[in-house]
């Protein structure tokens, strides 16, 4: 059976409803009617309710007045439905939020207020909570060292943090929908583009060169991986980090170290320039014997000629002896580009036994070379590794200057040590001193056993090459130089071949 329109009951379904509903009179803010809802959430039964006003239901706070309600309320007079927020207080004293609608409406030929509201604090504390969110991620964002970005996959600037606006010296205002590109040199705009052509939430990293709003070129580090946090908001997000002072510093680094080994072999050049002087006097006074002796023959009347060239054939001997020695120092004064390979660290050791014998020699110092049985493949630049063995070598032989020829013994040795090539120098010099012991490696530390910049070099170029140096004082006098060095893989060795 259908239900006619005028037999509805307003005020029934009402009370049947959810929502809080109240009406009370606009002027003299007493309540007309309250429904169950309304009730419950006031927690005042429903006759004492219909004997008290509105008014008597508000906050303690003073913001909420009788002059600030009748303003929010007079609103809907222009408004259908007009909605905003209030506070009010229960019966307990328990004052909570609310979110009211209110309306002007006609019952029994007298306008009324009808207020319909819902209890808000679980939203305000969700709010609340967002906010504090919101407020700490600010604040996180503010003192970051490094810049957060969204790029869309074209390079459309989405966001920028506080801190990136910092390092790219602009504002979120002027930056955010402009194109990345606008801002990268040319090199990195290539590299950002065709890597944003494959989107993928992996994370990558990139090195770019990007210019600041003030026309200052730096250079960036930074990861990216594509995100999608919502649906008006999506592509990639970078973390960078400003490094123009960390490249200025290796690139200085790389040049102080070219700088470095170009002096460690000129420096290599002095220690062995007396020995090679004496080296080569030899021969050469030779081959002017034999020119003087030839001369004079061909002032006697009855000279051989086969006399004449047996001399001149010595001579020639003599002069070829001179370019051996020459061409065996070549290699370490002429400045050229280095470059690594797998070497075996027993070849270089017999690349310079030459010029420490030489050496040797001249200072009355015997040498026992013990070269390892096995190959011990390294991957270094020869030159400078060469360079290392021969300042130890010079300067365990200086070392031993003041002690008596028959105690001057200079050892050198090679062998193998689990991963690495170990090199040994050992001398019977007057040792290390314990004060200096710990700062012999120091640049321009106080000459012990020879040049302290020679030392200095050699812990460089041996860290270059990942491997360590250390000394040691002898069992009983002298000294021990060592170094190693990593040993070289399968992989390298075919890689250098």
């Known amino acids: 059976m259908s239900v006619a329109f005028e037999d509805l009951d307003f005020f029934a379904l009402m009370d049947a409803s959810v929502e809080a509903v109240v009406i009370h009179d606009p002027d003299s803010k007493a309540i007309v009617w309250v429904n169950r809802a309304a009730a419950d959430v006031y927690g005042y039964p429903l006759e004492e309710l219909r004997k008290m006003r509105v008014s008597d239901l508000w906050s303690r706070d003073p913001r909420y007045t009788e002059e600030t309600a009748i303003t929010e309320t007079d609103n809907a007079l222009y408004r259908d439905h007009y909605t905003f927020e209030w506070r009010i207080r229960s019966a307990e004293g328990e004052e909570m939020p609310i979110e009211t609608t209110a309306t002007y409406v006609m019952c029994n030929g007298k306008r009324v207020v009808m207020i319909e509201f819902q209890d808000i604090t679980n939203r305000k504390l969700t709010e609340l909570e967002l906010k504090r969110y919101e407020i700490r991620f600010r604040e996180f964002m503010q003192d970051l ?112 170290e070219r700088m470095l080994e170009y002096l460690a072999r000129h420096t290599a050049m002095g220690e062995m320039a007396a020995a090679i002087a004496h080296e080569l006097s030899q021969p050469l006074a030779a081959v002017q014997n034999y020119i003087e002796g030839g001369l004079q023959r061909l002032q006697r009347d009855d000279f051989s000629p086969d006399e004449l060239a047996w001399g001149l054939r010595h001579a020639g001997s003599q002069i070829g002896r001179v370019s051996d020695i020459i061409r065996s120092i070549r290699g370490y004064v002429v400045k050229h580009e280095l470059s690594r390979e797998v070497t075996d660290l027993n070849d270089i050791v017999n690349e310079v036994r030459y010029f420490v014998d030489v050496k040797a020699r001249d200072l009355s110092v015997r040498t026992a070379w013990h070269r390892s049985s096995v190959a011990l493949p390294v991957t270094c630049e020869r030159v400078l590794i060469g360079q290392v063995i021969l300042n130890l070598a010079f300067n365990a032989i200086e070392a031993m200057t003041g002690l008596v020829p028959s105690r001057r013994i200079l050892r050198i040795s090679t062998s193998i040590d689990g991963g690495y090539a170990l090199m040994r120098v050992d001398d019977r010099g007057p040792g290390l001193p314990a004060e200096q012991k710990e700062r012999i490696f120091e640049g321009f530390s106080t000459k012990v056993t020879g040049s302290g910049i020679g030392l200095s070099l050699c812990q460089s170029i041996v860290a270059k090459h990942g491997g360590t140096i250390w000394a040691e004082t002898g069992k009983r006098t002298g000294a021990t130089f060592c170094f190693k060095l990593p040993l070289a893989g399968e992989g390298e060795e075919t890689e250098a071949a």
């Not at 200052?216 to 919502?230: C, I, K, L, N, P």
């Not at 960078?240 to 790389?254: H, N, P, Q, S, V």
């Open 145 to 256: 060292a490094e810049g957060v970005c969204i790029s869309s996959p074209a390079g459309r600037i989405e966001y920028l943090s506080p801190a990136g606006c910092r390092l790219l010296g602009c504002t979120q205002h002027s930056v955010i929908g402009r194109s990345l590109h606008e801002f990268l040199d040319q090199p990195s705009s290539d590299d950002v583009l065709r890597r944003f052509a494959a989107p993928s939430t992996d994370v990558h990293s990139i090195r770019y060169r990007i210019r600041r709003d003030d026309g200052a070129w730096r250079w960036h580090d930074a990861t990216y991986r594509y995100v999608e946090m919502q649906d008006d908001l999506s592509g990639f997000l970078l973390h960078f980090r400003d490094i123009t002072e960390r490249i200025a510093a290796e690139k200085e680094a790389r040049e102080k």
